[in-house]
């Protein structure tokens, strides 16, 4: 079986997303994502200018050799732009494996080992009466565990908080859960660390106090502490039991984490803007963390992120992908069949997507009592409708960025 055609698509119905498209001479199709929140074009030219030459005639079946080869051949290894190129390459040919046997893609990395994905949504608010709504509402929508973000008094506008959010999508309608912004220029944002570490406790006991015990909560620290704020952090919200606290410091830096290791129990999640098992290898040897954050888009794909989770499951670290609404659909459903498959799955991160991206991609997952599941058509379950993505050119946006009160540029 031979790919014979291989298209990236750009569409921006909701948000900018990227997918290549490989076509077998059987006629099978697959698709990946490609999404790079920001730098999209990047990935676009990567594919079009340097992989699709690479990819007609070759053997849709072997997918491993055609990683290797991608990966070997570049020379140049790693990073986000790489990898998600690689990613969605390794991801289509997952989705056409799985067309070929007929069978849906969990199938193929060993079969289920649960009946369902337990999710986490994003609960936000300005003050905490807009929070308490917000986790109710989700409650509602049978989240059965609930990232918490709030505003921090003196911050004008800050990561993470739905009721800020100033994006608007193509026909002027607000795009809750998106920090990206479409526009020329980015967003600047403030921020100021010990406010934030003053408040973040407080927050969390008022909502112990109102929703009770039970409830799994998570928090995102959006990279922005150093090693002692962040044990120091940690250290606070022991008390309220959280599922898990987020990118505390800067990723890059493996070795902050021991520090944070030394001073709290509170457990540790980080890597979604890893790419390769290399970015783990030191904190998951010293288990310095409790879940892999790493995305199958941005971590070369299904193959690598199962290497990266094996690697993980001899230490009892889990996954938790991510998965907020810069991962397409078709990611998306690529971090389903591989949780329903890993043994040591622990919670998938799911942000909904806007209806216009639901049109433009047509998916088998279910979303039920807080669980999801992808579903059991053969492949990865999402087909694009050419005709839907057509109508929604590429709109220049990007992320926010940080400023502290006295000019600094910050880590968002
Ligand atoms: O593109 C950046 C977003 O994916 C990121 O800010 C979302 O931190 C995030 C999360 O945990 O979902
Ligand atoms: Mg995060």
């Known amino acids: 079986m031979i790919i014979d055609r291989a298209e990236v698509i750009v569409t921006s119905p909701d948000r900018n997303f990227v997918t290549l498209k490989l076509t077998t001479d059987e006629g099978h199709t697959g ?3 490609a999404t790079l929140n920001g730098r999209e074009l990047a990935v676009v030219a990567y594919l079009q200018d340097h992989v699709v030459p690479l990819l007609l005639g070759r053997d849709a079946h072997r997918v491993e050799d055609t990683w290797q080869f991608l990966y070997r051949s570049a020379y140049w290894r790693r990073g986000p732009v790489t990898m998600a190129a690689i990613a969605a390459v390794d991801t289509a040919l997952w989705d056409i494996k799985g067309k070929a046997a007929g ?5 193929l990395l060993g079969g289920a080992c649960r009946s369902g994905l337990l999710a986490y949504g994003h609960a936000s608010g300005k003050d905490n009466e807009e929070l308490f709504d917000s986790i109710r509402s989700h409650q509602e929508q049978g989240y059965k565990a609930i990232r918490v973000q709030t505003g921090v008094p003196g911050l004008k506008s800050i990561y993470g908080i739905a009721s800020n959010a100033t994006y608007e999508a193509m026909e002027g309608v607000r795009y809750d859960h998106e920090p990206a912004q479409r526009g020329a220029l980015p967003n600047e944002e403030d921020w100021d660390t010990r406010s934030y570490l ?7 006991e008022a909502v112990r106090n109102e929703f009770g015990p039970e409830l799994p909560l998570l928090h995102d620290a959006h990279h922005r502490l150093t090693p002692i704020q962040a044990a120091k952090l940690g250290k606070s919200l022991e008390p309220f039991d959280l599922f898990w606290l987020e990118d505390v410091s800067p990723a890059e830096n493996q070795e902050a984490l021991r ?3 030394q001073h709290t129990t509170t457990p540790l999640a980080i890597g979604e803007i890893f790419n390769t098992v ?6 998951i040897r010293e288990q310095l963390i409790d879940y892999v954050r790493s995305a199958v888009t941005h971590t070369g794909g299904i193959s690598h992120l199962k290497k990266v989770l094996d690697y993980a499951s001899q230490y009892q670290i889990k996954s938790g992908m991510h998965g907020p609404t810069d991962i397409s659909p078709v990611g998306m ?3 389903m069949h591989l949780g329903l498959s890993i043994h040591n799955f622990g919670i998938q991160e799911y942000m909904q997507h806007g209806a216009k991206t639901d049109q433009v991609f047509q998916q088998s997952f279910t979303w039920e009592g ?6 059991d058509r053969p492949g990865l379950g999402v087909e694009l409708d050419t005709d839907e993505a057509g109508k929604y050119p590429y709109v220049q946006a990007y992320l926010p960025y940080n400023r502290l009160a006295d000019g600094t540029v910050h880590d968002w």
Not at 103 to 107: H, I, N, S
């Open 370 to 375: 807080g669980y999801l599941h992808p579903g």
């Open 103 to 107: 069978m849906p893609v969990y199938q």
């Open 333 to 335: 459903a690529a971090a």
């Open 259 to 261: 520090l944070v290791r």
């Open 31 to 33: 698709l990946g994502d």
């Open 278 to 283: 290399w970015d783990y290898q030191q904190i």
């Open 198 to 204: 003053r408040h973040v406790p407080t927050v969390f």
